[in-house]
């Protein structure tokens, strides 16, 4: 029986290629910081702040003027509570009796509307309108500087730092208000020793619902009752966190939403008559319960203002005002008193200065309030004009002029009310005019500071792709002139990395000397396109030359070259198609549709390749006793070869029911399938997907050990062979015992929630440990065939069969002999124990894909851990549709007889790209924030984190699932596949 002989390449050459492996990834890794430099821009924290003596203070109007010790304003609110109802929408507060059957989330906070509805001036709902980016950190910071947040902050959403900037609670600390906290322990990074008290709870974990706001209301209450406070903060964070695990429309959403209705009237219970109540959602939430991105579900929140004494006029509007949550900022401030802080943006609310008195001592309440609020951001913009260059000089001019106009005017109109000018409607007009001036004034700088803030960089951003893209050329061609030539890395990596390194140094020294700053990633970008292009050239120049002598001839190396680089014409198909996706990504249009146009990319591939089969006339060929390597398939295999492309075909579409929807498709429903089994209400259709579930896992792992013993594998008593037996079907069962924990309802086992706590961290710990066990096992001993020592005495294996001519009868005779020789190689090898020797394996071609397969495997059970229960049968398809092209590629390359098995074609590694993206789709995900799968972080992890990189590496891991399995595994599967299917 022939035999595979494992030799161990040179160790300087195994170190040689890592380096080139790793120069690759510094090159691309360059490649995307630069491009990511332009395109998540950040803007300039100013560090300025204000202070009472700053000369804003309104003037006096006609006896109204600034007390002494006050601050810019007379202190109108002695104290006020905020509440923070995480992802309140306006749709939760808003109230209809008209509708007969409301969604779940729908009137449930019907005190809201009874307050509003009974006492008009005392009460009023707004939408409370966020800005991007809607994640909580960022609301947290929008609504305590007035400022506007840019996209690359949402990454500090998990790893909060402290609030350098101007914000309401150090004016109120540093002028000697008590603020008091209670909830999200995100406002702990963010504003460290701010607190006079505070109470915090741990608020990461979204499946959790009730730990923080139960640990509120053990305080609430005793604390509004103490009064030893100026400011209460109150940050619930129940209603979001069911959103994220159950959605809006579920049952717990109704329960959580009512907890929070009788919260509030309690709350107004406890109030003084002097203290003001604002209750509002820092942002809001879509169909599925997400939140993070611009969509008008997102930065549609609710803000409800309370108090006791009357705050507004008789007249309630029939449609509720919008307000920008950036406007909540200076008007908390000048209400309690204390200077707005100097990066705000935002604008006063007009309603809640206008005074007890007449319409005109009203407009003047409002026109002090806006006068202060205009001076201080142009004072802002000012300032931030002088340290940055990224707002328009022409915008800057038009806003200043608008400021003078409008200051000019109320100066003029405060001289003639000061000479005795009457109270009459015209002077009422005059004044709402010239407030109408300082809102378009204070609008126009928001919108001039939210465009300015949201530009990019486009010089880096192109260069960027220009360097992602030469690192890309730059593989392709290393990888062809390592099949072509005598490839030496030591030659193509010693001149790039002495370039790359030269480069950075004179770059660095160059910015160290002119006291610019050290830009690593304007250093690291130049020295990855130095060393590109010496690559580039140092290839080039040693290209083999074109003999132009008669007789000459080139090379054998260079001869091979040349036919591969002729060949190269059959790689126009799958290289063109993956060109037109690259270049598809600029456009909008393409990336929102890329979950339907991956599919069907994948398809047209896949059916164009067994179509130039059909036309090279190697499909469907008669019957032949034998054909030739490369010549074509007989009728049989063409018919299973049509048969894989149908099945590629119905997995392809199958694999579109696990869709997630974007908020730029209209009409789009999301795939029911993305919600987990514990968001279900009928207790047999949760029954009957969980079996489903519990299936598809179940013929995953039989289907992957039948795979394995079905070409040889798994006939030893190795540690791995051991471990696919037991721990494979163990693997199994902890992952469908922790789907049946999960998907439970959250008070139906009762006594039981502490062992249930057990389970939801015991079940995805122990699965993380098994399964990083067998990887380091398939690390160790990979082999999973019987193994003899090829230093034993060679002697006959069999003895010949002396009988009558019968294939049966040989195989009856030859197979006992040759189990009976491997069971006293193997006794022979335990004997002798642990000695340094040349393994022959028996199990030809599967001996390099099994060890492969287990470690697939292994991954996906991993990674399906990380996944709502339902997301079983995606993966279920994945692995079919790997199969399948696995299947096909290696029918492709069994016709090209001269084709070489560990060479991957082009059109495999486009197919992988494919397919990668296709159930990067297929698995419930976008490229959008709110579609990320925060969840994951906390499976195994109920009482959160205390690091940010395990969370980030498992919401990762969730999140590239597809690329993980398709690029890390299947695609090196491919050769060794290829070489035994």
């Avoid at 109007?61 to 923070?84: D, E, Y």
């Avoid at 707004?126 to 980016?133: L, N």
């Avoid at 506007?148 to 949402?154: A, G, H, S």
């Avoid at 132009?548 to 060949?567: C, E, F, Y």
Wanted: charged share 15%; with cysteine; net charge neutral.
């Amino acid at each position: 029986m022939p035999a595979l002989t494992f030799s161990h390449p040179c160790r300087m050459q195994r170190w040689l290629v890592l380096l080139f492996l790793a120069w690759a990834c510094f090159l691309f890794f360059s490649g995307i910081a630069l491009f990511t430099s332009g395109f998540l821009l950040m803007r300039i924290e100013l560090t300025n702040r204000s202070s009472c003596s700053d000369p804003l203070a309104a003037p006096a109007w006609a006896g109204q003027g600034v007390a002494p010790g006050a601050c810019w304003m007379p202190q109108r609110v002695p104290k006020a509570v905020l509440l923070i109802i995480d992802a309140l929408t306006f749709e939760f507060a808003r109230f209809d009796p008209a509708k007969a059957r409301p969604r779940p989330y729908e009137n449930k906070l019907g005190f809201l509307h009874q307050l509003a509805g009974s006492q008009p001036r005392h009460a009023r709902l707004y939408r409370f309108r966020a800005d991007p980016p809607t994640t909580t950190m960022q609301r947290i910071k929008g609504i305590t500087t007035g400022s506007l947040p840019t996209f690359i902050d949402v990454g500090s959403n998990f790893a909060s730092y402290a609030i350098e900037e101007d914000n309401l609670l150090g004016q109120l600390v540093e002028n000697g208000r008590r603020v008091v906290f209670m909830g999200d322990d995100t406002w702990d990074g963010l504003f460290p020793q701010k607190f006079f008290r505070s109470y915090f709870f741990p608020s990461f974990n979204v499946k959790d619902l009730h730990t923080v706001d139960d640990g509120i209301l053990q305080h609430l209450y005793a604390t509004v009752d103490g009064g030893e406070w100026d400011l209460l903060i109150a940050h619930f964070l129940g209603v979001d966190h069911c959103g994220h695990k159950h959605g809006p429309d579920h049952p717990e959403m109704a329960k959580k939403l009512t907890q929070m209705n009788e919260m509030l009237r309690s709350l107004v219970d406890h109030l003084a008559n002097d203290t003001l109540l604002l209750v509002a959602g820092d942002h809001g939430m879509t169909e599925t319960g997400d939140h993070g991105g611009d969509s008008e579900k997102e930065v549609n929140a609710a803000l409800f203002v309370y108090s006791k004494t009357p705050l507004f006029g008789a007249h309630l509007p029939e449609e509720p005002e919008t307000i920008p949550q950036v406007n909540l900022v200076p008007t908390l401030a000048l209400l309690l008193g204390v200077p707005i802080p100097y990066s705000n943006i935002g604008e006063v609310m007009a309603e809640l200065f206008s005074g007890d008195g007449g319409a005109a001592s009203a407009a003047l309440s409002q026109l002090s309030a806006y006068r202060i609020n205009a001076r201080q951001v142009d004072r802002f913009l000012h300032s931030y004009s002088l340290a940055a260059q990224d707002l328009p000089a022409e915008r800057l001019r038009h806003l200043r002029e608008l400021f003078s106009a409008a200051l000019e005017e109320h100066d003029r109109l405060l001289a003639q009310v000061r000479e005795g000018l009457p109270a009459s409607p015209e002077l009422e007009a005059r004044l709402g005019r010239l407030v109408g001036r300082f809102q378009h004034y204070l609008r126009e700088a928001r919108a001039v500071c939210m465009e300015s803030w949201a530009r990019f960089h486009p010089l880096r951003m192109v260069a960027g792709c220009a360097l992602i893209a030469a690192s890309c050329l730059l593989c392709c061609v290393a990888s062809e002139l390592a099949a072509a030539l005598d490839f030496s890395y030591r030659s193509r990596l010693l001149y790039p990395l002495l370039w790359g390194l030269a480069v950075a140094a004179v770059l660095g020294l160059a910015r160290l000397l002119t006291r610019e700053g050290l830009d690593l990633i304007l250093v690291g970008s130049w020295s990855a396109a130095a060393s590109q292009l010496a690559f580039f050239w140092h290839s080039w120049g040693r290209r083999p030359r074109r003999a132009h002598l008669a007789g000459v001839q080139p090379p054998v190396a260079s001869a091979g070259l040349w036919q591969r680089l002729r060949a190269w014409q059959g790689l126009v198909l799958p290289m063109g198609i993956l060109f037109i996706r690259c270049c598809a990504m600029f456009s909008d249009s393409f990336v929102v549709a890329e979950a339907r146009v991956a599919p069907f990319l994948l398809a047209s591939l896949a059916i164009l390749l067994v179509g130039r089969l059909h036309w090279h006339g190697r499909l469907a060929a008669p019957e032949a006793p034998k054909q030739p390597p490369g010549s074509a398939f007989s009728q049989k295999e063409s018919w299973q070869l049509l048969g894989l492309l149908a099945l590629l075909l119905a997995c392809l579409r199958l694999s579109g029911l696990f869709h997630q929807c974007r908020e730029e498709i209209p009409h789009c429903q999301p795939s029911p399938f993305l919600a987990p089994l514990s968001s279900l209400q009928s207790t047999q259709a949760k029954n009957l997907f969980y079996l489903l579930c519990v299936a598809s896992l179940a013929g995953l792992v039989y289907a992957v050990r039948r795979w394995l013993r079905h070409y040889g594998n798994l006939n030893s008593a190795g540690p791995l062979v051991l471990f696919v037996r037991w721990a494979f079907p163990l693997l199994a069962v902890w992952i469908a015992c922790y789907w049946a924990v999960t998907s439970g309802a959250e008070d139906a086992l009762g006594k039981l929630q502490e062992l249930v706590q057990v389970a939801l961290v015991g079940f995805p710990r122990a699965v993380y440990g098994l399964a990083s066990l067998g990887l380091l096992l398939a690390l160790w001993r990979p082999m999973t065939v019987f193994v003899k020592d090829s230093r034993e005495s060679v002697g006959p294996i069999v003895t010949p069969y002396q009988g009558a001519p019968s294939a049966h009868a040989e195989l009856q005779h030859v197979i006992p002999q040759i189990y009976r020789r491997m069971q006293e190689s193997l006794k022979t090898q335990l004997d002798r124990g642990h000695r340094r020797a040349t393994v022959a394996a028996y199990g030809l071609g599967s001996v390099y894909s099994a060890a492969l397969v287990i470690v697939l495997t292994l991954l996906g059970l991993l990674l399906l851990s990380l996944h709502s229960e339902r997301m079983s049968l995606a993966f279920l398809l994945l692995f079919l549709e790997g199969f399948v092209l696995l299947r096909l590629h290696a029918w492709l390359v069994s016709l090209a007889g001269d084709a070489e098995p560990f060479v991957v074609p082009w059109y495999a590694v486009t197919a992988w790209v494919f397919a990668a993206t296709q159930f990067f789709y297929s698995t419930g995900h976008q490229p959008i924030f709110p579609a990320i799968h925060w969840h994951a972080a906390f499976v195994g992890f109920q009482e959160g984190h205390s690091t940010q990189l395990l969370p980030a590496v498992l919401v990762g891991a969730n999140t590239f699932a597809s690329h993980i399995l398709f690029a890390g595994s299947w695609l090196p599967s491919a050769p060794a596949l290829a070489l035994h299917l």
